[in-house]
């Protein structure tokens, strides 16, 4: 689908911004030069008229992005949660885009509900409400399942949406293919990479089967968690573009007031939501990946509800321990260890000086920790890192790109509910026990034990490995006895001694 009809789509992007009002707003939000404020104006002024109307109702910017379409508006609802990026006032304006857009009829939902579960409405729920909440990609109603009498949310997909991404997406391949071209310094960033991360993370947010199997493996992962509550997925209910999960009774953790007047203890709620997305990406590798105020809320008793898992974040466990050390560096501010790290990891390259990388990152690290506890943040720091890393020849870590963003949301809405919060002392028990479990002595037997149990499955073909080895090392140039002998004995005894530790480890771990 990239063609030239995407630089229609980027034009008209821009003249939207332009003809809305959104444009002045954004750029005064983030204090934008005067002379870029200018140049903007000057190349967008002639496409004014092209630009989409959207609905005068609304906020200048909020008004943009709904005009633009669910692609746009999911970046809007990030930046609902950055008050402290975007301002108080902006930010408060794109809440609306967390669940408050308008719906899709409700005879277009029912016709899909029976489409998809094979039986109308009618004949699988005792009671259907019209739509609660209204987001980018879908909507959802209350019901009760008629034969079980159970209270559960139904959310269904709204129609053509999946076509509407893929333009949007389409568009932004475009964006950064030209950025790259134009800006050869921009490719370690791998603009393209990043757009098809994205793209990976939103088409899989369009297959609601899929959602349903992260909320029931997140909850799993989450039942032991205090004060932590997921939703499960009615299963016989649920399809690729409808799904059933249990009701979520609560306040939502946007409406502070309602909060306050509830008795709810907003800093503590604060230093356990950044508390338990710590836990779930470092102890779990599985974490939310939409953690606004939008897809949160309060039950009765004080517990954090979480739902909609359609962005579900995965970090394997090496890149968990790499991400815990660099992490637990700063708040230590041993500089040094988190340069060490960057480098073991390769996220640096090896010919760069690592003592000089050390310094940068003090530079990083020392203006942000000599701050008010109110004003330390991972963000800021997230910010000035990518700076340095620029110097130093960093690529973006694709995987990364989801946790680094959702650290991002979760500070924002974290700092929402207690502007007091210092992030580092939150995050450091959290990290410090993750580092105890996973990098210490008893962590490196569980690794050997777990890799002596992987060779243990080739025990049935241990005859044949050791004679197609020695059949290669035999093909090779002849070499002196004295030392292809020893070299195939220590071979054999390596692999042998590998199998017994297998067993003797998988007994105890």
Known sequence: MRGPHNIWRLIRTGATFARTGAMVVVLDAVDAPPRLKMALWVISWPFKALGLRGDPGLPPVTRALTALGPAYIKFGQILSTRSDIVGEV?????????????????????AMIKAELGAPVEALFSAFSDPVAAASIAQVHRATVLETGRDVAVKVLRPGIERA???DID??????????YLAPTSRRLRPVDVVTHFEGVVMGE????????????????????????VPKPVWPLSSRTVMTLDWAEGIALSDNAALDAAGHDRPALAKRLLGLFLSHA???GLFHGDMHQGN??????????????GIMGRIDEYTRRVYAEILMGFIRRDYRRVA??????????????????SRALRAVGEPIFGMDATRMSMARLLSFL????????????????????TMVVVEGVARDLDPQINIWSTAQPVVEAYIARSIGPLATLRDLARAARVLTRFGPRLPQLVEAALIRQAARPATPKARTRPRRRWMILAVVGALAAGFALGHYF
């Open 171 to 180: 568009a932004f391949y475009l964006a950064a293919e030209v950025i790259e």
């Open 206 to 229: 369009l297959d609601l089967r899929l959602e349903s199997s992260a909320a029931s493996e997140f909850a799993d992962n989450t039942k032991g968690d205090a004060g932590f509550q």
């Open 165 to 167: 991404f893929r333009r």
């Open 282 to 284: 470092l102890r779990d």
């Open 340 to 357: 060490e790290v960057h480098f073991e990891a390769g996220y640096v390259p090896a010919n760069h000086d690592i003592d000089e990388f």
């Open 296 to 309: 949160l809320k309060v039950a009765a008793n004080g517990d954090i509800i979480a739902y909609d898992f």
């Open 90 to 110: 902006l930010a408060e304006q794109l809440k609306y885009l967390q669940d408050k857009l308008p719906p899709f009829p409700m005879a277009e939902a029912r």
């Open 386 to 405: 990518f700076e340095v890393t620029e110097k130093f020849g960093m690529e973006t870590r694709t995987e990364l790109i989801l946790l680094q963003r």
